[in-house]
């Protein structure tokens, strides 16, 4: 158990009366006897915490009923942390043991109501893909302790593979996992859909990064498709859809300017897929302005889908 945990329980045995010592904590958290005067000295000391020892008792207590821990019964603290859970769940992480684990200690360390306000708070999003924690955990040690990855995936048309890569950076995209890695089957990186992985097993230990990528090549180009930018994007918003994407961050390097008819917004893009499903999202309050190639790609999906309601 971390200092903090145990700071916190004594802390709690302070609050109830129940006059805890040295004891105590080796009894609790099996530890030294040392370590937990270290513990006492560090709450006395350092959190300043009014400790007083009562011979008759053999334990301590608080001088001042009114003492508090630093954040304890903080607000912010408290909504922060049951954010990130709610967080953790649409993120597909919810069934992992640890993050149960981490929920119940919060709970239990920081304050009663915690539980209360993990009902009042809804984070949610749509799309959001569960990973099997066996997979993700595997995944996670092998960033961790950089080690190659063997993995069996399975692409979006449904041919599967199975190929050696390096992995190197986890990334949370709009309910979705993503895994960065060096694929030693494409000597290349690759962007592999985490949800696809079938199989994942650790392979041999990395000397280091021998392939890294740079935090700029993913931050180029709008969207989860990641790489140079190969054309820089001009949509025009009106309406609604403007007073909406007027507040929006859809990359670093956007430019919104505004127009008697509403805005228009540029960035930069590598891969036309989501930048022409954000368009389509709003109907006719978008407009591809530039490039011409994107605009026609655009209007062939569109007259594609007219196409599906014909005989409506």
Not at 101 to 111: G, M, P, T, V
Request: glycine share 4%.
């Amino acid at each position: 158990m971390s200092r903090l945990e145990r700071i916190y329980s004594f802390h709690q045995k302070l609050k109830n009366n129940r006059f805890p010592n040295a004891n105590s904590l080796v009894e609790e958290f099996e530890l030294s006897r040392a370590t937990a005067h270290r513990d006492i000295s560090y709450m006395r000391d350092r959190l300043l915490a009014p400790l007083a020892f009562d011979s008759s008792r053999k334990g301590f207590y608080y001088t001042d009923n009114d003492f508090s821990l630093p954040f304890e019964d903080s607000p912010k603290l408290l909504f922060l942390m049951s954010l990130l859970n709610k967080m953790a769940d649409e993120a597909g992480l919810g069934s992992l043991p640890e993050m149960k684990k981490l929920e119940k200690r919060l709970s239990e360390l920081i304050a009663p109501g915690y539980d209360q306000l993990m009902e009042n708070v809804l984070c949610e999003w749509i799309e959001v893909e569960t990973l099997a924690p066996v997979i993700f955990e595997t995944i996670i040690e092998a960033v961790l302790k950089q080690r190659e990855l063997e993995i069996q995936y399975c692409s979006a048309n449904g041919e599967k593979s199975s190929r050696c890569i390096e992995p190197q950076r986890l990334i949370s995209y709009q309910g979705r996992w993503y895994l960065q890695a060096y694929c030693l089957l494409r000597n290349d990186h690759r962007l592999f859909h985490m949800a696809r992985i079938e199989k994942a097993a650790t392979g041999k230990k990395r000397k280091g990064p021998t392939h890294p990528v740079s935090q700029s090549h993913l931050k180029e180009a709008f969207g989860i498709f990641t790489g140079k930018a190969r054309y820089h994007a001009k949509i025009a918003f009106t309406g609604t859809a403007a007073e909406l994407v007027r507040r929006q961050y859809w990359h670093e390097k956007q430019v919104i300017e505004e127009q008697d008819y509403g805005i228009t917004l540029s960035l930069p893009v590598n891969d036309d897929r989501e930048i022409i499903m954000k368009i389509l999202q709003y109907g006719s309050r978008a407009k591809v302005l530039a490039p011409k190639s994107l605009s026609i790609r655009v209007a062939k999906e569109i007259k594609a889908m007219a196409e599906q309601y014909q005989n409506v």
